[in-house]
């Protein structure tokens, strides 16, 4: 352990083996596409907005300003040395390590001129379209700068754009933010969250909270959406995985309080991501499926990359599972979902399992019905929606029972690729968290399983498919893993 | 002009459809097939007895010993075709509605024909009559002095022109492009369930694979002698014979004609199956019989289906990469849109058979082909019916081919690349193809040659194991031969099946002559003789589908198939974009 590096999180294991080792290069490239927003503070309302306001009001509203997140760069506030990191190294860590910081640079890169270029022409430029700027910068959708995919940038374009995705983007509401000035004030420990929310604070305390501001961008909505016109342009594919991205990220803030009072804080991390990505995935399913027109129909980025993404092959894999040549819906963010929900404590949830059942029947169809698609994604959404919000307050797992999942999910086959990383990733929170729990838990054999499972889901070199992935192999690696995990149990 | 105007006519008659070849019957019933039966007998010794510039005499031995059409049925039999038909869920492949008799049986399928033996002309593959008509009312003509005579008599009588390069091209195109009027359509479920990918064609190489055998008009002797020693009497002949009244640039017009044949059949197949309200569904659309789909009424729900059928393969199936060339390419329309197939297009956009003007009104035509491909995933399909009805109208109004296509100028066309251009696998290999096919003719020398043969076997044209598969096919017939002996009890004959016989074959089915050999050419007559005596028997291929000799064609198939999917994955376009920057330099200078 002494050779951690500070943004690994001491003590959530994190750092043993999380999925930065798999390091398949399009989580990686999918990280570096994300976003958070600046601290740089966004005061008050814009300015159409103003004849509107109660003419009660005790002061004047400051203008409409954007800050950088320099302004949270003090050495005495966020901007401290590492030395005592993370507390108060908030911003350096950003600045130093985190890759967010280079959101907007990377437009400035050929690779993304490429893409802009591919779609919409020579005279295109990526630091202007609004569609880059929304995941690429803080709200920098909303800059003067973006006003169209061709026009010439700013010869200085704002540091609010320069520094990519800064502390605002995560920690304001999108509404725009004035509690920079009040944050360090007295009154704040005792604010309500609600009253820190009308000053565009946005709280991130709770894992649902924080899922579903890295599934903004990382997931995408209907006005951020990689969909597959964008990924054949040259974007990496976004596959959201909300634990290991978290673990990965580096983080700037300490879970050790937390791991205190939640232990299981690795599998319930992993359940919540998995609940909500599904959650935005689906409303993202809906919005593409639904009436506007610009979506492109049927949405290749909902189906499983690798399906089509493989070369011709004399021989058929997965004879009989469906008609050949149709397409697969892609299961990244379904894969054993009930699992995720259930993550031992025996909720059963009929309406996950019929609606996504209806789901993937539906979009097997060569032409899936957009209208029907469009209503079961956004009823199924909604649902899990209600369920994830359950997830922060419901009882902190045992030991044992993070045994029986480790079990119970070694002991299901793997149909491919995506279903084999999420059962890794899977498998890995349930290890940590069943150490965390119990230290004697802790097994060397499991461990180096584990290990090999990720190894089998590297790329090759050069490559962004899994051209030696098998799920055959992967699958009898579980299955001894299950024996092991079996035979361990049975011993007294 | 004038002259060729009827010709054109008939090409359209002929060659779209069976159909009007029933219209053109002279009697209410149509046509019968006699089968292959009635040919070998003529069509294999070639004895001497007959002299003709114009035919080889040894078709038959031929097509059964080394053209893979004469097993076009025995595949379904195979064990990827058994395969293939348990993943769409049919118990017999060969039953008509798993929609592959239309190419791998046409002579027992095309419902405008009259089958007496309907059980032996489809167990033939694609036979003699697949492509020459079907002979009933030619047959007693034929091999009189007075059938001599111009194509568009021997239509009447519904011997198709095969001399023609665009009605040949057409002939060819109609199952290796396919004709969705006709049911033969490849769909995208096929070729999941194991259908090997339709390779690119160039007709005249791919004649050259089949093995062809017929005389292109390079090769007839007349033709060498015409500015010299030839006589006006045979110059008549061949005018009959070939329509033509110079000597032929014959592989040129071939490779041109080709180009345009490939690229109206694709638009025309594209047409044919947008058009929904076609009466003809279950011809057009095999797709209807897949397992789950039966209770579809819509063809609209189906169209992704039936678009992925022509869209371009290597477009989606591709391992994805870094650096990936085609995003630094670009893309001519909408990313992340599924294209038609490419290679169709590739000669026909560099101008190969082309005049002066033609290629910009082409190009217009083909931009909205492609915008209705962009604009949706899939393409919008009523946008993309009407487009290419028209390209595909655009294209056939060039079929009396230009005056470029000579070798040369075919040449030149194909070596000048637009600077940025990187080609996928079948559109190298087409413009390959047909670099090869003129190069001879335009006299560009052994540098050009030496350039190009090392990508014959890169771009899969010319390989090992397309050369095993004709090998295993000769010795399958062969131990076939030597099984049916010619006389209950008499001792059954033995052939050899050593390299330098067959390669004497080989010689012999190119050229009609025997080898110097005499034991050889002892050997090979008698061959032939059985051949002649039995051909029935091996036509049908009526043998245990465990026997080792056909195991080995299955296993040498299976090999060339791993062979060719490997080249594709292994293609690398910007060194063939390298290698055609430096052809210019390789030209003979103009």
Known sequence: ?492 | MTRLRPRIHLAFVLLLAATPVRAQTPSAEPPRIRGAGDCLSCHTLRTGNYKSDFVLLNEFATWRLSDPHSLAYVALESKRGRQISRLLGFDDVTRPEAGCLGCHAPQATEPTLRKENAEVLRKEGVGCESCHGASEHWFGNHFDGAWRTAPKEKLKKQMYDVRDPVKKSELCVSCHVGDATRGRVVTHAMYAAGHPPLPSVEVASFAEQMPYHWRHPGEVPLFKTWAGSAKPEERKLAEQEYGLTSPPSSQARLVAASGLAVLSGELDLVAGRCQFDAKDAATRWPEKALPGFRDIAELPALWPQIAMAHSDCASCHHELAHASWRQVRGYPGRPGRVPLAEWPFTLTSRGVGLGAGDREALTKSFQKVFEACSQRPFGDPAALGMSARMAGAEVRKRFPLSEQADAKSLLQSLSTMPAEEYLNFDSARQILAALRSVEGEAGAGDTLRKALDPWAEKLDLETPEKKAVRRAQQKLVISLLQKVGSEPGAPRPTFPTDPAFLDAFDVYSRTGSFPQDAGRADALRRLLHALTENGGTPMTLEVAKDAPARQELEAANEARLRASLRRARDYDPREFRAFLKKLPALLPSR
């Not at chain 1, 430029?125 to 700027?133: A, G, I, N």
């Not at chain 1, 991501?273 to 809906?286: I, K, P, Q, T, Y």
């Not at chain 1, 004399?314 to 050949?324: A, I």
Request: hydrophobic residues 35%.
């Open chain 1, 1 to 492: 352990m002494k050779q951690t590096p500070l943004f690994l999180v001491p003590g959530t294991g994190t750092e043993r083996f999380m999925p930065h080792r798999i390091g398949f290069r399009c989580l990686a490239g999918a990280a570096l596409g994300g976003i958070l927003w600046i601290l740089g503070v966004l005061l008050v309302k814009p300015v159409n907005a103003e004849p509107r306001e109660p003419e009660t009001l005790p002061r004047p509203r400051p203008k409409l300003t954007w800050q950088a997140s320099t302004s949270c760069a003090s050495t005495a506030c966020h901007g401290g040395n590492v030395g005592t990191a993370p507390h108060g190294c908030e911003y350096t860590f950003w600045a130093s390590r985190d890759r967010h910081a280079n959101a907007y640079t990377v437009l400035l890169e050929e690779r993304s001129r490429i893409i802009e270029r591919n779609l919409h022409g020579d005279k295109a430029r990526p630091e202007t379209d609004p569609l880059c700027l929304r995941c690429h910068t803080t709200q920098g959708e909303l800059h003067e700068v973006a006003k169209g995919v061709d026009r010439k940038p700013a010869a200085q374009p704002p540091v609010t754009l320069l520094e990519g995705v800064g502390c605002d983007r995560c920690h304001s509401t999108r509404a725009g933010a004035r509690w920079i000035t009040e944050h360090y004030s007295r009154e704040w420990p005792s604010m309500s969250e609600a009253d820190r929310r009308t000053l565009g604070f946005r709280p991130l305390g709770n894992l649902v909270a924080q899922a579903r501001l890295c599934a903004e961008c990382h997931v995408g909505t209907r006005d951020a959406d990689v969909d597959h016109d964008l990924i054949a342009a040259g974007h990496p594919r976004l596959n959201f995985e909300f634990g290991s991205f978290r673990a990965n990220m580096p983080p700037h803030w300490d879970s050790r309080g937390k791991k205190v009072q939640q232990p299981d804080l690795e599998a319930r991390t992993w359940a919540i991501g998995r609940l909500v990505s599904a959650e935005f995935a689906l409303d993202l399913l809906a919005a593409r499926a639904g009436k506007d027109a610009r979506k492109p129909w049927p949405e290749f980025a909902e189906y499983d990359c690798y399906a089509c993404h493989q070369p011709l092959r004399d021989s058929v894999r997965n004879e009989g599972k469906r008609v050949p040549g149709t397409l697969v819906w892609s299961n990244w963010y379904t894969a054993d979902l009930d699992e995720a929900l259930s993550a031992g404590r025996k909720i059963e949830d009929r309406k996950l399992s019929s609606g996504l059942q209806a789901l993937r029947v539906a979009m097997g169809r060569p032409e899936p019905d957009r209208g029907a698609v469009a209503q079961q994604a956004a009823s199924l959404a909604a649902h899990l929606r209600n369920m994830s919000a359950k997830l922060p307050g419901a009882d902190t797992l045992t030991s044992g029972q993070a045994q029986d999942r480790l079990r119970a999910l070694t002991a299901r086959p793997v149909n491919d690729w995506e279903d084999a990383a999420q059962r890794y990733l899977a498998l890995a929170a349930l290890y940590h968290t069943g150490t965390d729990l119990d230290a004697g838990k802790a097994d060397a054999a499991t461990a180096a399983a584990l290990r090999r499972l990720a190894k089998q889901l590297n790329f090759a070199p050069g490559r962004d498919a899994p051209t030696t992935f098998d799920a055959r192999t992967f699958s009898e690696e579980l299955q001894k893993l299950h024996r092991h995990l079996e035979a361990a149990e049975s011993k007294p």
